[in-house]
């Protein structure tokens, strides 16, 4: 699902976030992705989905070298993958059930599903009794899941979780991993990008871990 | 269908983004509708002119008054020689007592001033028609020249240098319009753009967030060009309202005036109207597309 060879990412001159990444996740994968702060977890999540471009090396997702797509495709490869983003990004004068629902309103799905469906997903993070609630009236870690709702509600072909739990919990934190590996076993390939090692242990699945913007093992 | 759910969305957004700063949009509105007005109004003084100006110019005339108590043989030797010019299409003798009428039909808050005077002060003319494509000055000048000595002609008028200068004024008055007008709308186009630029600068997160989760250029900025649509298109109608407004204060003024050209003053016609409003929506769309070119959209 997502192939790298030799990805560098320079945002300055002096420093460099990703150095010589190559790896390999196959489709259908459940993985995490570890390393201590600045190592380049949310760059490598960012270069696969296109918010940037590496400064040298190729990056295929689903088969698309996506270092090399026009600008006109960026918004199809994006609706094909569902983006917890580490700072939530939800859209603030829009209600939760709107911003779940947005992922479909782009897609001109009819509203009656729209809004079927997006109650369905908050359903799914437990939120769906405030879901005419903004997001700034919610807490960090309802927010958070709000993200989540929004991330897997169109059945995307590859999750990207950036430390989707660190705002929870350790049961609701469990409770959504639960729901990764419900959403990973119908076919989604998920990577999860998180420093949480007790989590990492207790899920047994493949870690790729990353220091200071190498692949340090996996 | 897909397309309609895409309008239908940008318009929810617009319209709330509106409203949300609608003193910074009334601003934008505003400007729109004085600078159309400003047109508008200059197109409606051209049109009247204009209007005038094809009443008059279908029929050049030039008019030989009489000597008082003139003789029939005078008169009608006088009449037959112009009836054989080339130039000339149609002879009409207006005796004094037609004169008068004519007067009076004109006039008709002067009714009674002929009588108060107490005897008819309207001498008699004959009214020569040029043919149609020789109403040219020298034309006028020459049957002018040719018949003012003549016996039994008091004076000549002619009202074609009156229709040349008056063709100049409307030129005149339709190229300061255009000119002001033309400035104006670009205040237009400049105020709306900045104000959306603003806009978009006050969403950018929000903007960004959209692209992040797959919307395209175009369905983040299709709420931008409606909203600018809908400011031209308001201005628009303002202005089309405003100049209604003025028309019928200052028709009324202007009707007596207006007798004297034959018929009453005209507004816009309804194409022109529709044209102001069309004209606002573009000066909208064009500002916002401005404001989203120079944006990080
Ligand atoms: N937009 C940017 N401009 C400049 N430098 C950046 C930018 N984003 C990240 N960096 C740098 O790149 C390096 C990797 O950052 P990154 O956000 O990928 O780390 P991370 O592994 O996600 O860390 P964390 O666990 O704290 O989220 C850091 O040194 C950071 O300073
Ligand atoms: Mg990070």
Redesign the pocket.
């Known amino acids: 699902m997502i192939q790298a060879f030799h990805v560098y ?1 320079q ?2 001159r002096e ?4 150095s010589d990444i190559t790896l390999h996740i196959r489709k259908g994968e459940f993985c995490f992705l570890t ?12 270069l696969v989905f296109r918010e ?1 471009l590496p400064s040298q090396g190729q990056i295929l997702v689903g088969g698309r070298n996506v270092t090399a797509i026009p600008d006109s495709q960026i918004p199809e490869l994006r609706r094909s993958i569902g983006v917890v983003f ?1 700072d939530f990004k939800l859209l603030k004068r829009k209600t939760i059930l709107e911003n779940v629902a947005f992922v479909l309103r782009i897609l001109s799905v009819p509203a009656k599903e729209q809004r079927r469906r997006a109650f369905a997903a908050l359903k799914a993070v437990g939120l769906h009794h405030k879901m005419h609630a903004y997001p700034l009236q919610l807490s960090g870690g309802e927010q958070q899941r709000v993200a989540i709702a929004r991330a897997l509600i169109n059945d995307p072909m590859l999750l990207l979780a ?2 989707p739990t660190g705002n929870l919990d350790p049961e609701m934190a469990q409770e959504i991993m639960t729901l990764f590996q419900e959403v990973n076993a119908r076919g989604t390939t998920v990577v999860v ?1 998180t ?1 949480d090692r007790e989590m990492i242990q207790r899920m047994g699945k493949r870690v790729i871990g ?1 220091e200071r ?1 190498r692949v340090a093992s996996g | 269908m897909i397309i309609l759910r895409a309008l239908a969305y940008f318009f929810a957004e617009a319209s709330t983004s509106l409203w949300r700063s609608r003193l910074m949009n009334a601003l934008s509105v505003g400007t729109i509708a004085v600078s159309l007005f400003v047109l508008g109004a200059f197109l409606t003084i051209a049109s009247n002119l204009n209007e005038v100006v094809a009443r008059w110019s279908r029929k050049v005339q030039v008019t030989f008054y009489l000597t008082d108590g003139l003789e029939g043989p005078v008169r009608e030797s006088l009449v037959g020689r112009l009836k054989d010019d080339p130039a000339v299409e149609s002879v009409e003798v207006i005796s004094r007592d037609q004169a008068l009428e004519r007067f009076r039909a004109l006039f008709r808050d002067l009714q009674t001033l002929p009588d108060d005077l107490g005897e008819n002060p309207f001498p008699a003319s004959v009214e020569a028609t040029l043919r149609p494509g020789r109403e040219t000055p020298e034309e006028v000048k020459r049957l002018v020249a040719a018949f003012e000595k003549a016996p039994g002609v008091e004076e000549v008028q002619y009202d074609l240098l009156w229709i040349q200068r008056l063709s100049t004024a409307i030129r005149l008055v339709r190229g300061v319009g255009a000119l002001l007008g033309g400035i104006l709308v670009l205040a237009g186009v400049f105020t709306i753009s900045n104000v959306i630029r603003l806009t978009v600068y006050a969403r950018q997160d929000e903007l960004d967030i959209m692209r992040l989760v797959g919307a395209t250029r175009a369905y983040v900025k299709g709420p931008f060009v409606v909203e600018g649509l809908i400011q031209g298109g308001l201005g628009g109608l303002i202005s089309v309202g405003l100049l209604w407004a003025a028309f019928r204060v200052l028709a009324r003024d202007a009707l007596a005036a207006s007798d004297l050209l034959g018929r009453a003053v005209v507004f816009l016609p309804l194409d022109v109207c529709v044209f102001i409003v069309a004209g606002g929506m573009a000066v909208g769309v064009v500002g916002s597309l401005l404001s989203l070119g120079r944006s990080r959209v």
């Open positions: 990412k945002y300055d420093s460099s976030a990703l390393g201590p702060s600045g190592a380049g977890k949310t760059t490598f999540l960012k940037e580490q950036d430390e990008a420093h990353l913007g």
